[in-house]
């Protein structure tokens, strides 16, 4: 059965007002906290990982911020700030302190200035960093690229061709992909805000954290639980490994590390069932934005970067 449409309508309008710079609507009525994390007593007995994190800075997107997985912390709320987000979960398990700066709808202009969230603005992310961080992470690029634009044109028209690729048809122009034009100049903007991070934190190590799986690596997808047709499915599969590649590359070009969030969560996408949907779909089953990561991916996320910066972080439950 078709999933009625109303609903389908609602959660690609949420999808879209969550990139967009009026996000302070979505957010739950939670308690606010400080954005700099107190860890607690067993914690901090991790001496060895705390030396090696120090001062973190956490920069980046929803999907650092973790936008409606509980509990939404921090100023300004419009940023949707989780405590469960993987810059938390990460800094939690090395007993640090982390300055999370990380606003849904981010992109990179907003590095360098305020971004206009209610009742906000958020700071330019990059006032963060003093020169005394001793790590620095960042996910960025996904907003760069129109990424409520992607889910909301393909849920409209891929339902129109099941047979073909109407949403790939749509962003082809005389043999250009136009996605494709997207990734490859938001590439230099990555490389700028690399520079400029190494510039105001020469110290730090930096890790640019890509994106998890969204859709399944293999097959036709799961229509119409998520009304994409197999084409498109398989289109939007290689835009995505486009852009983490993409990200992959400028680290390397930087000398910064990067870390790969997608093989680790190949086979916990939108179209898997709780407790192994670690991405929701159009319509949450789990308390997260629409086409983001909930609890579980966050922290798979904070595993794949533990990996990397050296720190144990308890994978999620089932992986």
Partial sequence: MRRPRSAQWFAVAAMTLLASAGTGALAPAQAEAPTTLATS???????????????????????????????QTGQPAGCLRSNQNYPSVLANSAGADVVDVSCSGAKTDDFTDPQPVQPG??????????GSEKLVTLTIGGNDI?????????????????????????????GEDELTGRIDGTASK????????????????????GYPTILPDTGPGCFPIVPFSAGDVAYLRGVEKQLNGMLEKEAADA??????????????????????????????????????????GERAMAAALGEVVGVPVAPPAGS
């Fill in 41 to 71: 007593a067993s914690a901090r007995n991790l001496d060895t990982a705390t030396e090696s994190v120090g001062r973190y800075v956490a920069l980046g997107d929803s999907y650092a911020a973790g936008p409606l997985i509980p509990l």
């Fill in 121 to 130: 603005p958020n700071p330019p992310q990059f006032d963060a960093l003093d």
């Fill in 146 to 174: 129109g990424f409520a634009d992607i889910i909301q044109r393909c849920a409209t028209v891929s339902p129109t061709n099941l047979a073909g690729a109407a949403c790939r048809d749509s962003f082809t122009k005389d």
């Fill in 190 to 209: 990555v490389a700028d805000a690399l520079d400029e991070i190494r510039d105001r934190a020469p110290g730090a190590r930096v890790a640019v954290v």
């Fill in 255 to 296: 000398g910064v590390d990067f870390v790969d969030t997608y093989t680790p969560t190949i086979g916990h996408d939108v179209c898997q069932l709780p407790p192994r949907k670690w991405v929701e779909g159009l319509v949450p089953t789990s308390p997260a934005a629409p086409v983001h990561p909930n609890a579980q």
